[in-house]
């Protein structure tokens, strides 16, 4: 079978071209003690940390597939456990999403997204 010049070139080309939207999440705790079993909830998928420092960041790179909303859960430091809701995700948003844990058992959730969320016209 002989390929053409071309064919094999184009093809690198348009394989270079594919793009795949990531979502950067930092997770940030500043509830003023050490949090255990730090775990986000995603569509289509989870990650966490045993463990979180008072004032540390967690950093994680998500792919959303599907259409859902974000949740985050930890256990305080005084044994407490929190499970907040955050903002709806969807296919093919891109972007950033910070979360800050709060004393309490609350969180903020930023989001600086492309694309459209469930739910948005």
């Known amino acids: 079978m002989k390929i053409l010049p071309g064919f094999g070139l184009a093809a690198l080309l348009l ?3 594919c793009h795949s939207s990531h979502i950067d999440v ?9 949090v255990r079993l730090m775990e986000v909830d995603y569509p289509s998928a989870s990650f966490g940390s045993d463990s979180l420092a008072a004032g540390a960041t967690f950093h994680y790179r998500i792919k959303v ?12 430091a005084d044994g407490r456990q929190a499970k907040v809701e955050g903002p709806d995700l969807a296919d093919p948003q891109e972007g ?25 016209q």
Do not use: C, M, W
């Not at 930092?26 to 050490?34: L, P």
């Not at 974000?70 to 256990?75: C, R």
């Not at 969180?107 to 948005?120: D, K, M, T, V, W």
């Open 96 to 120: 950033a999403l910070d979360i800050v844990l709060l004393p309490g058992g609350k969180a903020e959730f930023h989001p600086r997204l492309s694309g459209i969320a469930s739910g948005q």
């Open 26 to 34: 930092t997770v940030e705790n500043r509830t003023g003690g050490a």
């Open 65 to 76: 597939d599907g259409n859902g909303r974000v949740n985050v859960q930890y256990t305080a």
């Open 15 to 17: 394989a270079s071209a």
